[in-house]
């Protein structure tokens, strides 16, 4: 079993959109994603650690976050937006060539990569 901690943000919101997952120690930053909210982001987020955890080669995974709305999407809530709707169907069909794929709600100080985030713009 693999964890993976993923964390999306923009700054300002909306505005430009970007990612990082940290997977067995390393980060993985995605920038350039265009412009959107920080909900979106945080999608884009959870979509793009099941890409690393592919590309890994693994199949039994934990996606950690912080995200509270987007964590209890993914379980099944509905979404506030046909737009967040879009990012959970592409993050169910995503996770699909998994064998077994869990999210978990993290606290912020404890998202490694909401700290590889806060890093590459030198806030601590």
């Known amino acids: 079993m693999l964890k993976l901690f993923f964390d999306g943000g923009c700054r300002p919101n909306p505005g430009p959109m970007e ?21 979106e982001a945080e999608w884009l987020a959870a979509r793009h650690a099941l890409a690393v955890a592919r590309d890994l080669g693994e199949t039994d995974i ?3 976050g912080d995200s509270a709305r987007i ?3 993914a379980k099944g809530a509905r979404c506030g937006s046909d737009v967040l709707r879009a990012h959970r169907d592409a993050f169910v069909a995503d996770a699909a060539i998994f064998a077994r794929v ?17 890093a590459l713009h030198g806030r601590r």
């Open 19 to 39: 990612t990082a997952v940290v997977a067995r120690g390393v980060v993985h930053v995605a920038t350039g994603l265009g412009i959107g909210s920080n909900d």
């Open 102 to 118: 869990r999210i978990r709600r993290i606290a912020r100080a404890q998202n490694l990569a909401g700290q590889a985030l806060e």
């Open 71 to 73: 964590i209890a999407q």
């Open 62 to 64: 934990v996606l950690l």
